[in-house]
């Protein structure tokens, strides 16, 4: 059984670092992710609970800001909880195992750019980008 959950979406606000009392660190934040729409629909975003603890939670929190874009990889968590009327409640969140930036920084600010910059690619490579390999090698190869 699986339980893997990977997105790619804006902060809708700057993730908070706290400290458990045992001193473990923690932050809690929401993306908006864009959900997949044919041509001619409305486009419909969700929100997204996110949870990050310990080196996850001091990364997250330091270098990112509201409005930047984030990749994360981690996992669906449900909580049940009483809230202060009484009523059974069921969180669902998605903590995190691995995060990553997605678009690169813009001249230090954090607001997010319209044109993003091309991404590196092979499409795009240079032939000195590459190491040309000894024909000796092939030896090696557990192939």
């Given amino acids: 059984m699986f339980n893997l959950v990977v997105l790619t979406g804006r902060l809708t606000a700057d993730p908070e670092l706290k400290?458990?009392?045992?001193?473990?660190?923690?932050?809690?934040f929401s993306i908006a992710v864009?959900?997949?729409?044919?041509s001619g629909e409305e486009p419909q975003t969700d929100f997204i609970n996110i949870v990050a603890w310990r080196q996850n939670a001091e990364f997250i929190s330091k270098y990112f800001k509201k409005g930047n874009l984030i990749g994360i990889e981690g996992s669906?968590?449900?909580?049940?909880?009483?809230?202060?009327?009484?009523?059974?409640?069921?969180?669902?969140?998605?903590v995190v195992n691995n995060a990553q930036f997605v678009e690169s920084k813009k001249d230090g600010s954090s607001a997010p750019s319209a044109v993003a910059s091309e991404p590196a690619?092979?499409?795009?490579?240079?032939?000195?980008?590459?190491?040309?390999?000894?024909?000796?090698?092939?030896?090696?190869?557990?192939?």
């Fill in 19 to 28: 400290t458990t009392p045992n001193g473990i660190s923690v932050t809690s």
């Fill in 34 to 38: 864009n959900r997949r729409y044919r």
């Fill in 76 to 94: 669906i968590q449900t909580r049940r909880y009483t809230d202060k009327n009484g009523n059974n409640r069921t969180a669902f969140e998605v």
């Fill in 121 to 143: 690619s092979f499409s795009n490579a240079d032939s000195s980008d590459f190491t040309e390999i000894d024909g000796d090698m092939d030896d090696d190869l557990p192939f």
